[in-house]
Nanobody, 125 residues
Framework: QVQLVESGGGSVQAGGSLRLSCVAS????????MGWFRQAPGKEREGVAA??????????ADSVKGRFTISQDNAKNTVTVYLQMNSLKPEDTGMYYC????????????????WGQGTQVTVSS
């Protein structure tokens, strides 16, 4: 059974840092694309960062470029993707979701097929 489990969320003050983790397990063949998305109350889900292991390309939303870094570790049966978040701002507050897909990789949530349950990030001013 495929499962994505996020961790690492919490509450920080503006300017602080958090590192989110997502462990993806249960794949017979690992997906090439892993992404992070976020959703603030009353807003649509938006893509934050994604990484394509097939091309070694990474993608970032303009709002997080230079502050967030996505990375990935591949073990035999699992994929762990990280999101290092620095210089956090109150507008970064939201539920952060990890997602995976085989094939086209980017920041469009509609392209992703498997999702985790999310981890909450709250940034206070």
């Amino acid at each position: 059974q495929v499962q994505l489990v996020e961790s690492g969320g919490g509450s920080v003050q503006a300017g602080g840092s958090l590192r989110l983790s997502c462990v993806a397990s249960g794949y017979f063949i690992k997906p090439n694309c892993m992404g992070w998305f976020r959703q603030a109350p009353g807003k649509e889900r938006e893509g934050v960062a994604a990484t394509n292991s097939a091309s070694s390309m990474t993608y970032y939303a303009d709002s997080v470029k230079g502050r967030f870094t996505i990375s990935q570790d591949n073990a035999k049966n699992t994929v762990t993707v990280y999101l290092q978040m620095n210089s956090l701002k109150p507008e970064d507050t939201g539920m952060y979701y990890c997602a995976s897909v085989f094939g086209r990789c980017g920041l469009r949530s509609a392209d992703f097929r498997t999702w985790g349950q999310g981890t909450q990030v709250t940034v206070s001013s």
